[in-house]
Nanobody, 127 residues
């Protein structure tokens, strides 16, 4: 079955960096739109970054120019490089996938959300 497993969370001070990784299995990875979401305590889950099978990306305004999403289709992995971290970045980060057709595009993901989710990895940023 489809499986997404996140790793790389932890605690760092503000201004620091972390790299999150998601290992995917059980499906044709390159045909899926991939994304990172996060949920802070007491807040709704929010999208952080999306990446299509062709590598095209989009970011939430709050993380633009600080976070970089990337994917390795050969290894079926997804990465989120997070720099210049702020206390408000504290959250559980989730990897997610949605079928994107032959091009692995993100149109379906944007319209209807993501179908497959990992269990999350906690990121804590101290001031």
């Amino acid at each position: 079955q489809k499986q997404l497993v996140e790793s790389g969370g932890g605690s760092v001070q503000a201004g620091g960096s972390l790299s999150l990784r998601c290992a995917a299995s059980g499906y044709n990875y390159r045909l899926y739109c991939m994304a990172w979401f996060r949920q802070a305590p007491g807040k709704e889950r929010e999208g952080v970054a999306l990446i299509a099978g062709d590598g095209s990306t989009s970011y939430a305004d709050s993380v633009k120019d600080r976070f970089t999403i990337s994917r390795d289709n050969a290894k079926a992995t997804l990465t989120l490089q997070m720099n210049s971290l702020k206390p408000e970045d504290t959250a559980t980060y989730y990897c997610a996938a949605e079928w994107g057709g032959s091009g692995g595009g993100c149109a379906s993901a944007r319209a209807g959300g993501m179908s497959y989710w990992g269990k999350g990895t906690l990121v804590t940023i101290s001031s």
